[in-house]
T-cell receptor
Framework: GESVGLHLPTLSVQEGDNSIINCAYSNSASDYFIWYKQESGKGPQFIIDIRSNMDKRQGQRVTVLLNKTVKHLSLQIAATQPGDSAVYFCADYGITSGTYKYIFGTGTRLKVLA | DGGITQSPKYLFRKEGQNVTLSCEQNLNHDAMYWYRQDPGQGLRLIYYSQIVNDFQKGDIAEGYSVSREKKESFPLTVTSAQKNPTAFYLC?????????????FGQGTRLTVV
């Protein structure tokens, strides 16, 4: 099977509870941030994004919070469901060495317990 | 349906062989990217292309080569010079670099050296 995420930090939550996944970034020049969900053996799927002129954005059952002061991003999933089990990772986007780049975090595995 | 397609899903390479991974998109995106994903690590950028007939090395380009002869296609060749090619390879595209939009990913190709 897919070995991506084998050594990742794991967050286990009970079905129906809220999940909070955290991410730190290092590039002060980053001004756009994205959360992705990756299921085993598949490519990452876009969940939600936020621009640096905002500190909170809500989608369907998901909320992203951005704290630029401490370079921290979080993803909140409300009423977590079994289908939410996956690896989640953040990406920041901005100028790095003169070029716009996406920088991806290592990811967190979310396990939803029935 | 618009999307980004990678093929094959699984690929086996013998020592000393070159292999080419296909990536095609019909999203009319200018920018395309190749990433490598290893267990416990974030996505690492191999090569990227901002426009047809142009591409730049990413962070881990050694042992890889690309071409961008058509807007919709960005094939990646893993050469025999790549000493540790076993990994999950992801192709992505975005509207343009500097566009501050999400990258769309293909479903990945798992390459294994046998």
């Amino acid at each position: 099977g897919e070995s991506v995420g084998l050594h990742l930090p794991t967050l286990s939550v009970q079905e129906g509870d809220n999940s909070i996944i955290n991410c730190a970034y290092s590039n002060s020049a980053s001004d756009y941030f994205i959360w992705y969900k990756q299921e085993s053996g598949k490519g990452p799927q876009f969940i939600i994004d936020i621009r640096s002129n905002m500190d909170k954005r809500q989608g369907q059952r998901v909320t992203v919070l951005l704290n630029k002061t401490v370079k921290h991003l979080s993803l909140q999933i409300a009423a977590t469901q079994p289908g939410d089990s996956a690896v989640y990772f953040c990406a920041d986007y901005g100028i790095t060495s003169g070029t716009y780049k996406y920088i991806f975090g290592t990811g967190t595995r979310l396990k939803v317990l029935a | 349906d618009g999307g980004i397609t990678q093929s094959p899903k699984y690929l086996f390479r013998k020592e000393g062989q070159n292999v080419t991974l296909s990536c095609e998109q019909n999203l009319n995106h200018d920018a395309m990217y190749w990433y490598r994903q290893d267990p416990g690590q974030g996505l690492r950028l191999i090569y990227y292309s901002q426009i047809v007939n142009d591409f730049q090395k990413g962070d881990i380009a050694e042992g890889y080569s690309v071409s961008r002869e058509k807007k919709e296609s960005f094939p990646l060749t893993v050469t025999s010079a790549q000493k540790n090619p076993t990994a999950f390879y992801l192709c992505a595209s975005s509207i343009a670099t500097g566009g501050h939009t999400e990258a769309f990913f293909g479903q990945g190709t798992r390459l294994t050296v046998v």
